[in-house]
């Protein structure tokens, strides 16, 4: 059965008991006087919520916290705190301003987070070719770039409500920059299983066909925001259905072929909206005769008959 510690004194918890919702699952409250790193039990059904009401508890606020995944409670909604809280690991941050719907909606990430492989450690993974399954985070340094050899990486961020949102995807021959684990909370996840290689900058940029590759990034990573910025939903999904034609699309009769699957959750995350809108978006499209599927279930892909261009060169 999953496990939840609260963590804090029993005044300040009190209210996250009140808002917690109905789930199998088993509640542990915990005071920052004992002796927590005993106490918690790790394992790939636990997970911590803190209460951050003027300073991260030590036990997740020491050099070797509980190899746990936690998320925070920020009371006063300290923004130094929240980064600090986000520099020690946490997987999320929530306003003082909590709402039960929200606590719920962060709880269902977080605990879908702690049944995942757990990346190695904030220290460098070695460097060399990896494999990483579907689903599973891939830790990256920031002083390293990872190539991809095969499958396809999802850059995600975590937002403090507990939503995920896809900010980019890459594929075979793209690279992937470290970034600093700061309140940005960025995720790698294998968005199908993938072979890797990681290098460090002071090794890769004088590779042939470095710059080339971290242009074409670049330039892929424009059009996303570019898409991401219209103000009207419909047209920020064809947008991004265009974007990832370029980049994984090959020619069919009928136009491109989509070769990457994504679900409507996924695109709704991509855009701002909900699935209940991209599903009525992809039927709209389809009545239009703009886009339609092929294959079914994990193998099916979608065929763009009109691709706008995003990218150049």
């Not at 995720?187 to 199908?192: G, M, N, P, V």
């Not at 020619?251 to 996924?266: M, S, W």
Request: net charge neutral.
């Amino acid at each position: 059965m999953p496990r939840l510690y609260l963590v804090g004194e029993l005044d300040d918890t009190r209210p996250l008991l009140d808002l917690l919702p109905q789930g199998d699952y088993s509640v542990t409250l915990a005071t920052e006087a004992e002796n927590l790193s005993e106490m918690i039990s790790s394992g790939p059904h636990t997970l911590i919520l803190a209460v951050l009401k003027s300073h991260v508890p030590a036990v997740l606020d020491a050099e070797q916290p509980p190899d746990v995944p936690w998320i925070g409670w920020n009371r006063l909604d300290d923004a130094a705190l929240t980064a600090r809280a986000y520099r020690r690991g946490a997987l999320a941050v929530l306003p003082g301003s909590l709402s039960a719907e929200a606590l719920e909606g962060v709880l269902r990430t977080a605990f879908a987070r702690a049944v995942q492989p757990r990346t190695p450690s904030p220290s460098r993974a070695p460097h060399g070719p990896a494999s990483h399954q579907r689903g599973q985070p891939i830790g990256l340094h920031e002083q390293d770039v990872m190539i991809v050899e095969a499958g396809i990486v999802a850059t995600t961020v975590l937002h403090e409500d507990g939503t995920e949102v896809l900010v980019g995807l890459c594929g075979p021959g793209q690279v992937v920059v470290g970034h600093p684990h700061d309140s940005c909370c960025l995720q790698l996840i294998a968005h199908t299983d993938v072979r890797v290689l990681v290098q460090s900058w002071s090794h890769v940029v004088s590779t042939p066909k470095f710059a080339d590759r971290l242009r074409a990034r670049l330039r892929h990573q424009e059009a996303w925001a570019a898409v991401q910025a219209r103000p009207h939903l419909a047209d920020r999904l064809i947008g991004l259905l265009s974007v990832l034609a370029e980049q994984f699309g090959r020619p069919v009769e009928a136009g491109i072929l989509i070769e990457i699957k994504l679900t409507h959750t996924q695109l709704a995350s991509a855009i701002g909206a909900t699935r209940a809108t991209v599903t009525r978006l992809m039927g709209r499209l389809r009545r239009q005769r703009l886009v339609h599927s092929v294959g079914a279930g994990q193998q099916e892909r979608l065929v763009l008959h009109m691709v706008e261009r995003h990218l150049h060169g």
